[in-house]
């Protein structure tokens, strides 16, 4: 069975300050991993993926995620936040050899202030 | 936006009753899977449907169900409603060709209250 961790589920920072948002899975197997974006009162939109390959993987709105496999985590990074990056953000795991089904962390809740 | 369309956004129930939700799926996706969120917990897998038949199942009872017509639009089902059942239900559309490429469209999700 798959499961994901995220280690803060509320972060503060201020306006243009970098942040990192910690994620850790369990898996007996190999993974995808992703990270999705909750904005208030909408569902969610896909930040970014990794599948295979390189292990620093870029997203939409200046996001990056870095794949650690032997210390089984995908932090997700932004040098400088704005306002606008104010949501929830999910981990997700799924199996490559099975269905598309996610198995999501709790969330993180990431404010900005200004 | 995904392309991805549920109805109704919201709607209020009471404990015992029925509710059937609905989605249209992302032109060009043949597959569908529905999520129940809690409030402030991740969203939860029920169940998802390739060729109008379940294709796997989360721990849900019986008492949630699902159809997927030949248009690849959806329905989920849920009968005799507990008061956790209060809950964002989020649609998701994707392509299956055989290999999982793990991306799914949300929908924005039909906000569920029972009293």
């Known amino acids: 069975a798959q499961s994901v961790t995220q280690l803060d589920s509320q972060v503060p920072v201020f306006e243009e300050a970098p942040v990192e948002l910690r994620c850790n899975y369990s898996?007996?197997?190999?993974?995808?991993l992703f990270w999705y974006v909750q904005y208030p009162n909408q569902g969610l939109q896909l930040l970014l993926k990794?599948?295979?390959?390189?292990?620093l993987v870029k997203g939409i709105n200046g996001f990056e995620a870095e794949f650690n496999k032997s210390q089984t985590s995908f932090h997700l990074r932004k040098p400088s936040v704005h306002i606008s990056d104010t949501a929830e953000y999910f981990c997700?795991?799924?199996?490559?050899?099975?269905?598309?089904?996610?198995?999501f962390g709790q969330g993180t809740r990431l404010t900005i202030n200004p | 936006e995904t392309g991805v369309t549920q109805s109704p956004t919201h709607l209020i129930k009471t404990r015992g009753q029925q509710v059937t939700l609905r989605c249209s799926s992302q032109?060009?996706?043949?597959?569908v899977s529905w999520y129940q969120q809690a409030l402030g917990q991740g969203p939860q897998f029920i169940f998802q449907?390739?060729?109008?038949?379940?294709?796997g199942r989360g721990n849900f009872p019986p008492r949630f169900s699902g159809l997927q017509f030949p248009n690849y639009s959806s329905e989920l089902n849920v009968n005799a409603l507990e008061l956790d059942d209060s809950a964002l239900y989020l649609c998701?559309?994707?392509?299956?060709?055989?290999?999982?490429?793990?991306?799914?469209?949300f929908g924005e999700g039909s906000r569920l209250t029972v009293l």
């Open positions: 898996s007996s197997v190999s993974v995808y």
């Open positions: 997700a795991v799924s199996d490559p050899e099975g269905a598309q089904k996610l198995v």
């Open positions: 998701a559309s994707s392509l299956w060709q055989g290999t999982n490429t793990g991306e799914l469209f």
């Open positions: 449907y390739y060729r109008e038949e379940e294709n």
């Open positions: 032109s060009g996706h043949n597959t």
């Open positions: 990794y599948l295979s390959g390189s292990t």
